[in-house]
């Protein structure tokens, strides 16, 4: 059964936008993240979202280009991403964990099944 499911992937070239987004809310999990991982290296934090509050946090590396964001519809994750370079080029994940301390370590987080973003010049 297929709880976090990610959408919008696709290619890009260097200096434009997109905007993935995660469909799915799990009961007790308020903490949304999405991470990325680029080939032949580990899993890394992006941003990450309460929905209780806000409380948007961003990584270094995408701090000021990347922004994550909650669905008016109550049940989608978005994270806008402007001005790509290649170096974002990875599978993004999407997760919902229980804190805010989980989703930002990758604690306990239950995941969707990623999807494809490639950066091009």
């Known amino acids: 059964q297929v709880q976090l499911e990610e959408s919008v992937g696709g290619s890009a070239q260097v200096g434009a936008s997109m905007r993935p987004t995660c469909t799915g809310r799990i009961l007790n999990r308020p903490g949304m993240a999405w991470y990325r991982q680029a080939l032949g290296k580990s899993r890394e934090y992006v941003a990450s979202?309460?929905?209780?509050?806000?409380?948007?946090r961003g990584a270094d590396s995408v701090r000021g280009r990347f922004t994550i964001s909650k669905g008016g519809d109550e049940n989608s994750v978005s994270l806008q991403m402007n001005n790509l370079v290649r170096e974002d080029t990875a599978i993004y994940y999407c997760?919902?964990?229980?804190?805010?301390?989980?989703?930002?370590?990758?604690?306990?987080?239950?995941w969707g099944q990623g999807i494809q973003v490639t950066v091009s010049s």
């Open positions: 997760a919902a964990g229980e804190t805010a301390a989980d989703v930002r370590n990758g604690w306990n987080l239950v």
């Open positions: 979202i309460s929905w209780h509050g806000g409380g948007y």
